[in-house]
């Protein structure tokens, strides 16, 4: 593992029940990272989404990889310290090319895999896609722009 919860927090503003990142096990700064989310029936959202048939939304994949991506944007950065990464936030840009193949639900564990297609200065544009038991059931183009609060 190269970075728990904690860590984790230490990089995103995100909290309960907005974080949607719980460990970081492969980072490649500048070039990857591999994050994982494990999806529970305790989670908020599953009270209407849908009771009887949980699923857990895109919205919220999309958001956990666009999560990880923001901690791999900051790991890339040259030279920040901890208290300059408190001042700063990741704001979405835009999503593209976003796909769902599969139904994501309680109990599965939602790997999120990332790779840098093009970065410029505070820009990232990133390639994320979400595995469950290595089947793909998610993807989408994400680009993002790292921001002072």
């Known amino acids: 593992m190269l970075m728990d919860v904690v860590e984790i927090q230490k990089i995103l503003p995100h909290r309960y029940p907005f974080l949607l990142v719980d460990r970081v096990v492969e980072l490649t700064p500048k070039d990857s990272i591999v994050a ?14 849908f009771p009887g048939h949980p699923i857990y939304p895109g919205v919220m994949i999309l ?14 950065m040259d030279g920040v310290t901890e208290e300059e990464i408190q001042n700063k936030v990741v704001y979405f840009m835009s999503i593209d090319k976003a796909k ?12 999120y895999r990332l790779s ?17 038991d290595g089947k793909l059931t998610s993807e989408a183009e994400l680009k993002a722009m790292i921001v002072d609060k």
């Open 100 to 111: 769902f193949r599969a139904p994501v639900k309680p109990g599965d564990q939602l790997e």
């Open 116 to 132: 840098v297609i093009k970065n410029k200065g505070a820009i990232w544009l990133l390639k994320g896609e979400a595995y469950v």
């Open 36 to 49: 994982y989310k494990n999806v529970s029936i305790s989670e908020p959202v599953f009270e209407g989404h």
């Open 63 to 76: 958001e956990g990889m666009a999560q990880a991506g923001g901690i791999l944007a900051f790991k890339s």
